[in-house]
């Protein structure tokens, strides 16, 4: 299974609309991969807190149109990383696309873990309730976002559901990069699956971002990082390893709690 992980840096100078555009020809460059993965908000920038407002869509918003359209042109299953999500009700989230090779939304998560502690997401979005899982021809992804990777039970509970692949966009500051590849790879080891985490580069209102898209194995080996700025890291990997790895250390089977 082949995996491309976009890197997309965030510039303030750029707008949404030719990000937009920027990033579609990008998606549509990857023709030949199995899974496209981009990062999170790459629209606004993820800490760019005061555009969440004013460049929320809808669900099925100019984003939703362009990534669906974009996958169907390359024919790739395409985790569009997330966007602004203005819901019918006026409430904001931050809400994972996922679309199939023919452009069909194939799910949508809405952020359960919002970051900020009291300000920023944390008070501006809504929190996402439901676990989410794709089943690919090759695998089972379990989707999640950024600061949800500070949170081992909500990987547990895609692993219940059937992940054997797990998904991360992020928006990661560079302050905090040692936890990015940290955590990473600590949810690869645990739940003895595929994680594949895509973070952004630039600068997000002020905040310099961590870059370092990873791809992680079962057993925690590093099979692919990125650097800091903007590029696509593409890995090829065995996505049989999660259940080889799970019948030669059943460790899974031994769960108490």
């Known amino acids: ?23 579609a020809a990008s998606v549509r460059d990857q023709a030949g991969a199995d899974l496209v993965v981009l990062p999170e908000l790459w629209t606004t920038g993820a800490f760019a807190y005061e555009e969440f407002g004013r ?5 099925e918003g100019p984003t939703y149109e362009a990534m669906a359209k974009a996958a169907s042109d390359a024919g790739v299953w395409l985790h569009a990383g997330s966007i602004p999500e203005r819901d019918p009700d006026g409430s904001l989230y931050n809400t994972s696309l996922v679309f199939s090779p023919s452009g069909d939304l194939a799910a949508a998560y809405r952020k359960i873990h919002r970051f900020g502690f009291d300000k920023g997401e944390a008070v501006l979005m809504g929190a996402g309730r439901e676990l989410v ?24 509970g895609l692993v219940d559901a059937g992940a054997e692949t797990l998904v991360v966009p992020a928006g990661w500051p560079e302050r905090r990069r040692g936890h990015w590849t940290l955590l990473a790879q600590a949810r690869a080891v645990e739940n003895q699956a595929f994680v594949l985490a895509c973070g952004t580069a630039g600068t997000h209102a002020g905040v310099p971002q961590a870059g370092h898209s990873i791809v992680v194995d079962p057993w925690g080996e590093v099979l692919a990082e990125a650097g800091a700025d903007e590029e696509i890291l593409t890995v090829d ?13 059943p460790a899974l089977k031994d769960r108490v709690l």
């Open 237 to 249: 990997f065995d996505p049989g390893k999660v259940a080889t790895t799970r019948e030669q250390f």
């Open 1 to 23: 299974m082949r995996a491309s992980l976009i890197q997309i840096a965030v510039d303030e100078g750029e707008s949404v609309e030719s990000r937009r555009r920027r990033v």
């Open 55 to 59: 460049e929320a869509e809808s669900l």
């Open 133 to 156: 899982t794709v089943r690919l021809p090759e695998t089972v992804v379990g989707v999640a976002t950024c600061y949800d990777l500070r949170f081992p039970e909500l990987f547990r």
